[in-house]
């Protein structure tokens, strides 16, 4: 079978890296966190203190840093300027900084450049906020994927605490919304569901459950539908 494109979005918690994850794993296909990106040129500005409304500064940024993405042992491991920072970008403050540094277009401009280019060949599971809107506009199978909020503050919290972090249950619910506002209310690339996606909600589902209806629907695409 050709190498499919599969792009996954959907807000903070619902499940996509798990799902991409594990979809790439029963594919044999790479997986791209671009979250992580966002995340790896936030940690950058953070660093350097700059303000994280400073467009043209983070564009410049953005365009003067290498980010490598490395599959290895079942996960991603991130690189930044060839320092491997896979923990340093998970902490609240990098995911608040990563939602800032989204909303500039000229760092989306970069990001988006590099991750279709990592895609391009397909065979790849593809996860972020606009992959099927705006980086695959053509993808092969696109999946909006959702849960409650509080489910997803639930998660993340479970998260937070494996890794030791303090912050509590309304905290993550709270910074929940601030994300989704942020992500869903930007002018550039707003986090939307793609009128073709499938909108899959996995409140009541298990993750291999999920992964397993993505991969059936994958395994339907028609070879012909596009020959790549
Ligand atoms: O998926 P994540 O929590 O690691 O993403 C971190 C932030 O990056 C998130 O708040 C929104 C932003 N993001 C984005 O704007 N576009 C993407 N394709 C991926 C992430």
């Known amino acids: 079978m050709r190498s499919l494109i599969i792009a996954i979005d959907g807000p903070v918690g619902s499940g996509k890296s798990t799902l991409a994850r594990r979809v790439a794993a029963l594919m044999g296909y790479v997986y791209i966190d671009t979250g992580a990106m966002y995340r790896a040129v936030a940690l950058k500005a953070l660093r350097r203190g700059f303000p994280l409304d400073a467009a043209d500064r983070l564009t410049a940024l953005a365009g003067d840093t290498r980010i490598d993405l490395r599959a290895g042992d079942g996960t991603q491991r991130v690189f930044l300027d060839g320092e491997d920072v896979t923990a340093a970008i998970r902490t609240p403050d990098?995911?608040?900084?990563?939602?800032?540094?989204?909303?500039?277009?000229?760092?989306?401009?970069?990001?988006?450049?590099?991750?279709?280019?990592?895609?391009?060949?397909?065979?790849?599971?593809?996860?972020?906020?606009?992959?099927?809107?705006?980086?695959?506009?053509?993808?092969?199978?696109?999946?909006?994927?959702?849960?409650?909020?509080?489910?997803?503050?639930?998660?993340?919290?479970?998260?937070?605490?494996?890794?030791?972090?303090?912050?509590?249950?309304?905290?993550?619910?709270?910074?929940?919304?601030?994300?989704?506002?942020?992500?869903?209310?930007?002018?550039?690339?707003?986090?939307?569901?793609?009128?073709?996606?499938?909108?899959?909600?996995?409140?009541?589902?298990?993750?291999?459950?999920v992964a397993r209806l993505v991969v059936m629907l994958a395994r339907n695409q028609s070879p012909a539908s596009a020959a790549r």
């Open 94 to 209: 990098v995911a608040q900084g990563a939602s800032k540094v989204a909303v500039v277009p000229g760092v989306r401009h970069v990001l988006v450049a590099e991750q279709r280019r990592a895609g391009a060949e397909g065979g790849v599971v593809m996860e972020g906020r606009d992959i099927g809107s705006v980086v695959f506009p053509d993808a092969d199978l696109k999946i909006f994927l959702t849960a409650s909020p509080e489910i997803r503050a639930q998660r993340r919290w479970r998260e937070h605490q494996q890794k030791g972090d303090s912050i509590d249950l309304p905290r993550t619910l709270q910074e929940i919304h601030e994300r989704d506002q942020r992500d869903s209310g930007r002018a550039s690339s707003p986090l939307v569901r793609a009128e073709d996606a499938v909108m899959v909600d996995s409140t009541a589902m298990e993750p291999e459950e």
